[in-house]
């Protein structure tokens, strides 16, 4: 069965970084479009950035470009989100996803994809 977990969440001050990592069974990252979204408290889910090894496409949303940053490990089914430069506004519960398709040009949504980690908190102070 396919399964995602999301770990790396934590409390950390304006202008610190964290490390989210994404580890997947079932799947390979190599084959699927991964995504990773964000909901905080009185707001929907919103889509963060996606990639895809297949089509060659990394995308990010306009308030975390130059800020976060994406990598694989692949011999270890790993992507890894790297968020520098945090911001209060950044705070969320962090998701990983797996599905089929990352566009360059939009935003990600959830429908687009089909697997789920259960998400890990980051908390930014200020």
């Not at 069965?1 to 202008?15: I, R, S, T, Y």
């Not at 084959?31 to 889509?47: L, T």
């Not at 692949?74 to 566009?103: R, W």
């Not at 687009?112 to 890990?120: P, V």
Request: proline residues 2%.
């Amino acid at each position: 069965e396919v399964q995602l977990q999301a770990f790396g969440g934590g409390l950390v001050q304006a202008g610190g970084f964290l490390r989210l990592s994404c580890v997947a069974s079932g799947i390979t990252f190599d084959s699927h479009a991964i995504g990773w979204f964000r909901q905080a408290p009185g707001k929907v889910r919103e889509g963060v950035s996606c990639y895809s090894s297949e089509e060659n496409i990394t995308y990010y949303i306009a308030s975390v470009k130059g800020r976060f940053s994406i990598s694989s490990d692949n011999a270890k089914n790993t992507m890894h989100l790297q968020m520098n430069s945090l911001k209060p506004e950044d705070t969320a519960v962090y998701y990983c996803a797996a599905g089929v398709f990352c566009s360059e040009y939009a935003d990600p949504q959830q429908y687009e994809y089909d697997y789920w980690g259960q998400g890990t908190q980051v908390t930014v102070s200020s």
